[in-house]
């Protein structure tokens, strides 16, 4: 079973509704970090430094056998992360 996280950047951003919408509609459970509240810094500069996006939102795939990751709106991983659950 691999674990999502989505990082976002608030309400306002529409990609990120629109990735979550996505997620939503293939049944793909998932926990949401918003990287621009205060006390997520440690999430933003985890997205932004280690990672090395400056697109939200950023979408993280833990399945036990590695570490899968992709920013701003992708069908097609979504699908992929869809068949897996």
Not at 71 to 79: A, G, L, S
Request: charge should be negative.
């Amino acid at each position: 079973m691999a674990t999502v996280t989505i990082y976002t950047t608030g309400s306002g951003c529409s990609k990120c509704r629109f990735t979550k919408n996505m997620l939503d509609a293939k049944g793909v459970s998932y926990r949401e970090v918003d990287i621009t509240a205060p006390e997520n810094a440690a999430a933003r500069e985890y997205v932004t430094g280690d990672l090395g996006y400056t697109v939200a939102p950023v979408v993280v795939v833990e399945d036990g056998t590695g570490q899968d990751h992709w920013c701003d709106v992708r069908p097609d991983n979504i699908d992929r992360v869809a068949a897996l659950a």
